[in-house]
T-cell receptor, first 113, second 113 residues
């Protein structure tokens, strides 16, 4: 079982719709969770991070964390063509080496006109 | 402006040659990281450093070496022992602490001549 799993997609949504991206993780001791957006050929850009169970909202983005079920999701409201990118989920896996992230392989999102 | 600078943007390696990728940050971050990304894949951790003069191997350290002589700098050497070096290399940095998000440079694309 992979430590961090994401559906590779592509996930296609019409412009203006809500895009829902999901991520599951295997380590119950994970403490912090991050969503990065990566445009083709570019480096990842931090969008959201969440540490506690529940929802965290920032503009059109909402991160949701459920530690009991070991999943974290990202909702994008009013999706725009500029949101078309690959979204990477990253989880802080507890190690003696401190802040070490494990990344999923990403979900490709396509927002269609 | 504060940020992470990676150079060069593109790099070509000949057979049997060692090459060094530069990563400099002026964010005053303690921790620095090197990742490798292959097409359609997530990020895999090569090496990371939490403090100056100390670093740890990540998941795929074989064929790579690093140094951390200054807080601002964390160069990565791809040695001739790395038989499949073609990839997108990403450097990241983060504040001290388990839950601090990592921020990425623009990356270096390495190819074999």
């Amino acid at each position: 079982q992979k430590e961090v799993e994401q559906n590779s997609g592509p996930l296609s949504v019409p412009e203006g719709a809500i895009a829902s991206l999901n991520c599951t993780y295997s380590d119950r001791g994970s403490q912090s969770f991050f969503w990065y957006r990566q445009y083709s050929g570019k480096s990842p850009e931090l969008i959201m991070f969440i540490y506690s169970n529940g929802d965290k909202e920032d503009g059109r983005f909402t991160a949701q964390l459920n530690k009991a079920s070991q999943y974290v999701s990202l909702l994008i409201r009013d999706s725009q063509p500029s949101d078309s990118a690959t979204y990477l989920c990253a989880v802080n896996i507890l190690t003696g080496g401190g802040n070490k992230l494990t990344f999923g392989t990403g979900t490709q999102l396509k927002v269609e006109l | 402006d504060g940020g992470i600078t990676q150079s060069p943007k593109y790099l070509f390696r000949k057979e049997g040659q060692n090459v060094t990728l530069s990563c400099e940050q002026n964010l005053n971050h303690d921790a620095m990281y090197w990742y490798r990304q292959d097409p359609g894949q997530g990020l895999r951790l090569i090496y990371y450093s939490q403090i100056v003069n100390d670093f740890q191997k990540g998941d795929i350290a074989e064929g790579y070496s690093v140094s951390r002589e200054k807080k601002e700098s964390f160069p990565l050497t791809v040695t001739s022992a790395q038989k499949n070096p073609t990839a997108f290399y990403l450097c990241a940095s983060a504040d001290r602490g388990r839950s601090q998000p990592q921020h990425f440079g623009d990356g270096t694309r390495l190819s074999i001549l």
